[in-house]
């Protein structure tokens, strides 16, 4: 906890743009802290990739100081190549925050869109437009930190017994 409340680190993990988004809670009341993406170029080694998403989440958590991290599950993929590259991706994410000995919660995708939206099929726009509405934010934010501060709501909605409590990884 800051002085202010409860600080959640939402990550939706990409090799190409990983989304960060930090969300404070205190009460009712939610803020956004910081968010942005994580972008890395087509020309770069995978390997490079990799590391710029573990350097990134670290920088972010040395900024904002949350206290847990929300990351999206793991879902059904038919790609195999796709699958495994996000999983390495994920397990990056997932191995940054360790290091940094922040627990982990993870999410399905239908469980975010339910808590924002109240509907588990909702499609990313409406979750957008509940990520800015719940903010606060008056522009748009871009689709992977907007999934990445969705993802924060999602655990500080389950943590105040909203969305239904949750174990860390």
Same mark, same amino acid.
């Given at each position: 906890?800051?002085?202010? %409340? ?8 990409? =090799?190409? !743009?990983? %989304? ?10 939610? +803020? ?6 994580? +972008?890395? @170029? ?7 990739? =990799? ?29 195999? @190549? ?14 940054? !925050? ?17 808590? =924002?939206? %109240?509907? %588990?099929?909702?499609? @990313?726009?409406?979750?957008? @437009? ?40």
């Amino acid at each position: 906890m800051t002085a202010a %409340g409860t600080r959640v680190l939402g990550i939706d993990t990409s =090799l190409r !743009c990983t %989304g960060l988004g930090v969300v404070e809670a205190h009460g009712s009341m939610l +803020k956004a802290v910081d968010f942005g993406c994580l +972008k890395t @170029k087509p020309t770069w080694l995978h390997s490079m990739c =990799l590391k710029h998403i573990a350097d990134g989440i670290r920088t972010m958590v040395a900024s904002t100081s949350p206290q847990c991290v929300s990351i999206e599950g793991a879902f059904f993929c038919k790609n195999i @190549k796709t699958a495994m590259v996000l999983g390495e991706a994920r397990g990056v994410a997932i191995a940054a !925050c360790a290091e940094l000995g922040l627990p982990v919660y993870e999410y399905a995708p239908r469980r975010v869109k339910q808590a =924002l939206t %109240g509907v %588990g099929g909702a499609e @990313k726009h409406q979750v957008m @437009k509940m990520v800015m509405r719940l903010l606060g934010l008056d522009e748009e934010v871009q689709q992977d930190a907007s999934d990445a501060l969705a993802l924060a709501i999602c655990h500080l909605q389950s943590a105040r017994g909203l969305a239904g409590q949750q174990e860390p990884i």
